[in-house]
């Protein structure tokens, strides 16, 4: 039967592995992600050091798939994120070469892809917190008939049921479209 390695910690884990350049690798993807929790028994040094590996290259693929699904929902609400797009199409490239040649110059690089697309999203998000805002102090100060307006104008899309200018309840046809395209039967209150 094979040795089997019983790990504790993750600095027993550095201390059997005695890796320099991934012990390098993980002092910086500590500073950007959360520490990593080690214990375990495995049956090699070599499934060891694949599995700290897997499970840094696992949060930039779980980071990446977040951001992918973030920009594919603005892309379906409208929003212009083809910059962001393209730049978040070389992470996969980059990783696979990070995953290979698992050295700081290309976490560097697989970081700064994942940081740029962040930062370019968040003035969707700071957007979107405005308009929501917006919406609530018009609910507020003039009550809930301008609150629907006031939503409207800034969201430009209507969702199943909603209210027109006249304060009946209407349907839309489909289950969404834009201001532009409403086709909208009145309905008794």
């Not at 500073?31 to 990593?36: A, E, G, L, P, R």
Request: aromatic share 8%.
């Amino acid at each position: 039967m094979a040795d089997r390695i019983e790990l504790k910690s993750l600095k027993a884990a550095f201390d059997l592995l005695k890796d320099k350049e991934l012990e390098d690798v993980y002092s910086v993807f500590k500073k950007n992600f959360s520490v990593i929790k080690f214990t375990g028994i495995y049956s090699s040094v070599n499934e060891v050091r694949e599995e700290l590996k897997s499970r840094m290259i696992g949060a930039f693929s779980d980071e990446y798939r977040e951001l992918r699904s973030k920009v594919s929902r603005l892309r379906k609400k409208g929003k212009e994120v083809t910059d962001i797009d393209f730049s978040l199409l070389e992470m996969p490239l980059k990783l696979k070469l990070f995953s290979a040649e698992f050295n700081v110059k290309n976490y560097e690089l697989v970081y700064e892809i994942l940081k740029k697309s962040k930062d370019d999203l968040k003035q969707f998000d700071e957007d979107e917190i405005d308009r929501r805002k917006e919406v609530v102090d018009a609910g507020r100060e003039k009550g809930f008939k301008e609150m629907v307006k006031v939503r409207r104008k800034a969201f430009g899309l209507v969702h199943g049921y909603n209210m027109n200018d006249e304060g009946e309840i209407v349907e839309v046809n489909d289950k969404v479209k834009a201001k532009d395209d409403v086709n909208i039967k009145s309905k008794k209150k």
